[in-house]
């Protein structure tokens, strides 16, 4: 398959098409169309030219295929952009190295009977593990892949490699920062349980000697509504709260909803931050201060290290962790004077 093929399939030039390929962060199109492309590229099989003609040359030699690898979103689905980011960093890179990244499948998708037989069928050489998995389906994964990695903000108990970033001391930063400001009653929105954002939002408090209030911690799941419904929840509580932690920024972008709908105008009533940097975050109203997280980086350095233990079968676990750095935009500012 070749870039015209591709393009003619995906309704762009060309141009457009190696554009999304060969440049991160371009924004040559619109994600709808980034997203049919690297559909296209997966389910085609597609390699750069310059692999392409030494794979050719490989092939003909041993008659194998193209080498493949899969990605297995642990806790979400394939639509969650954190995630979508760090795939498609890892698509980039393994394309760069003469790979194909196959088969992306969800949580969702590995508990489907059929897709698991698909799974045990189908031969890759390795596979990324995007998120934390349970103990069920580390176990499947352990006994259909021989080569995995694993990527994500929590470290695991596990003899993976793992790539990672720091969303403890992330957390701490936001909780810091907010703080810094002036605030003293801030809320924290977000899940719990083995959740390392909520353990450094906990330990920030704690060493800042800000007032604990438990009535300002909320156990919700990590998206647009439950961030909604949280702070629709916490707000009409009554307790006094002037900023919110959200655990990522989809959390936080339901969060400013919720606030403008309770007549809450963000940040001269209620200071708001997230952690990841997903792109929506720059287009809110206002834009959301939020801890940037290197999602494609993450995606890149993942297929790095798996295909060089691909190549070179080396077993010894690595952990590799990726800094942070906090962007300060509109949403926080100090608390309103009582």
């Known amino acids: 398959m070749t870039l015209k093929e591709i393009a003619s399939l995906a309704g762009v030039s060309a141009s457009t098409v190696s554009r999304v390929i060969n440049h991160p962060g371009s924004k040559a199109a619109s994600r709808e169309v980034e997203n049919r492309i690297w559909q296209i590229i997966r389910e085609h099989g597609y390699i750069p030219n310059t692999d392409a003609k030494n794979l050719k040359l490989h092939n003909s030699r041993i008659g194998s295929l193209p080498k ?127 959740e390392i954002r909520y353990r450094g939002y906990w330990d920030a408090i704690s060493q800042l000697a800000l007032p604990i209030n438990r009535e300002l911690i909320i156990d919700t799941p990590l998206s647009t509504e439950g961030g909604y419904q949280a702070t629709k929840r916490l707000l009409s509580s009554k307790s006094r709260v002037t900023a919110l932690f959200c655990a990522n920024d989809l959390t936080a972008i339901g969060a400013m909803k919720a606030a403008v709908e309770a007549g809450l105008s963000v940040p001269e009533k209620l200071s708001v931050i997230g952690i990841d940097d997903i792109e929506t975050s720059q287009y809110t109203t206002p834009m959301l201060t939020t801890i940037h997280i290197p999602m494609e980086e993450l995606g890149i350095m993942t297929a790095k290290i798996l295909i060089d233990r691909i190549e070179t079968g080396k077993r010894i ?7 942070f750095r906090l962007i300060k935009r509109e949403s926080c500012a100090p608390p309103p004077r009582t």
């Open 68 to 194: 493949t690898i899969g990605c297995i979103l642990a806790r979400t689905h394939t639509s969650d952009p954190f995630f979508s980011k760090i795939t498609r960093g890892i698509e980039k890179e393994a394309l760069r190295s003469g790979y194909i990244v196959k088969y992306i499948y969800s949580y969702q998708d590995i508990q489907d009977p059929d897709i698991q037989k698909a799974i045990r069928q189908t031969k890759v050489e390795g596979a990324a593990i995007l998120g934390r998995p349970d103990s069920k389906t580390r176990t499947f994964l352990k006994e259909n892949y021989s080569r995995i990695i694993y990527t994500g903000l929590n470290n695991i108990e596990s003899e993976f490699d793992q790539i990672t970033c720091n969303a403890y001391l992330a957390s701490k930063t936001a909780v810091s920062y907010l703080a810094e400001l002036g605030h003293i009653h801030i809320a924290y929105l977000g899940e719990r349980k083995n």
């Open 317 to 323: 676990p690595m952990k590799v962790e990726l800094p």
